[in-house]
């Protein structure tokens, strides 16, 4: 089910889109590598801050007391209502409105003028919602996000602006038909056989990538010596362009 407490920026999809995209986890995009302005790492590693949660959601339907409870009787759940248990580090480099987590947000489009600049020029998109830069501290657990669930569609954005790991952390795995993804199901004890990695950084021209955050699940590995900033741009697509890009890089990078 759709949580209509969020925007759901892509709802006029092209219906032919889910059957022609049908059962592909991601996509890599087939645009040039999107390298950010220098000093980037530097602002990111300074301005960073943990994205404590500030309320429930769908995703996460505890309060802080209930997940202060439950994390004291359940090793694997993790409080993130506190630095100790929240996922992530990060910061906006837009405005946002969400005000179920803590966000550093910066102007991105003033202290990264030639990063902004490769996003609008490589990507059709016809309008952008926010960007994010978020760095995970441990391993993520298999979930869908709130945002961006379209039957058959990949188009959840995703740009690796920097990753020194040795190989990669983002995998996806088919959602279970009976869940609907939600962290706290706790689909994952570790990386099952059918994980499929994404490697949109080492081997490729590209660093972006799409992915179907309807049938499928995604989740992250964590090196504790090694770190990753990951970009999550949520925008209105442009379809016609969505459609002849995506051809063009299934047709390079393949169905995965
Ligand atoms: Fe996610």
Known sequence: MVNRSMAHFNDNYPKHLGEK???????????????????????????????????????????REEAEVKAQNEDWFKNEYIEEGCNWKGLYLTPTSDKTMKH???????????????????????????????????PIGLHRDLDEQYPGVPTSLRIILDDNNPEPTFWLAPKPEDKKGWGYERLNKGVPNDAVFVDAFRETETNSFVFNNHEFCHAAKKDPNHSKILMFILAEWDWVGYEKLMDKSIERYGRK
Do not use: M
């Open 21 to 63: 995209y049908k059962g592909v986890p991601y996509v890599l995009l087939d645009i040039p590598r999107i390298i950010s302005d220098d000093g980037f790492v530097e602002t990111f590693n300074r301005e960073s801050r943990h994205v404590l949660r500030l309320a429930k959601t769908a995703g996460y339907p505890f309060t």
């Open 104 to 138: 550093v947000v910066l102007d991105g489009k003033k202290d990264f003028p030639k990063l902004f600049e490769q996003i609008t020029t490589y990507l059709p998109l016809k309008k952008i919602h926010t960007i994010r830069c978020w760095e995970n501290q441990w």
